[in-house]
C-alpha cells in the first residue's frame, strides 16, 4: 500500500474549472495503476479516470472532453485537470491506486490504497 494526500477541491461555478492534486508516498507512479473515483451525496463511489503505470489513459464517458488525467513521476504526483464543470459534478473526489503496469481498472475493490477524500461542489 502507499499512502495518498489529495488537494485542490474547492467550489465553483458551473463553467469552471478546477485541479486535483494526488501525491503519493511509498511506492513510484511509475510502477502502479492510479485513478480518480467520486462519491457524489447518496450515491456509489464510481470510477472518473484512470493512468496506468506505462501511460495508458482511461475516462468514464460523463468526463470525456473535460477532464484530464496527468502524473509528475519526479513529484511522484496525480493530477486531473477538470474544465466546463457541471453541478452533476459535485462529490467527494478519492485518490486510489495499486500496482500495475499496463491495465486500468475501473471497480474500486481492484484498488487497494486510497486518499481521504476531497470536496468538489459546483453550483448552478
Known amino acids: 500500500q502507499v499512502e495518498l494526500v489529495e488537494s485542490g477541491g474547492g467550489s465553483v461555478q458551473a463553467g469552471g474549472s478546477l485541479r486535483l492534486s494526488c501525491a503519493a508516498s511509498g511506492r513510484p507512479l511509475s510502477t502502479m495503476t492510479m485513478a480518480w473515483f467520486r462519491q457524489p451525496p447518496g450515491k456509489e463511489r464510481e470510477f472518473v479516470t484512470g493512468?496506468?503505470?506505462?501511460?495508458?489513459?482511461r475516462y468514464a464517458d460523463s468526463v470525456k472532453g473535460r477532464f484530464t488525467i496527468s502524473r509528475d513521476n519526479a513529484k511522484n504526483t496525480l493530477y486531473v485537470e477538470m474544465h466546463t464543470l457541471e453541478p452533476e459534478d459535485t462529490a467527494v473526489y478519492y485518490c486510489?491506486?495499486?500496482?500495475?503496469?499496463?491495465?486500468?481498472?475501473?471497480?474500486?475493490?481492484?484498488?487497494?490504497?486510497w486518499g481521504q477524500g476531497t470536496q468538489v461542489t459546483v453550483s448552478s
Open positions: 493512468i496506468s503505470g506505462s501511460g495508458y489513459t
Open positions: 486510489a491506486a495499486r500496482p500495475g503496469r499496463d491495465s486500468i481498472w475501473a471497480e474500486k475493490l481492484d484498488y487497494d490504497s
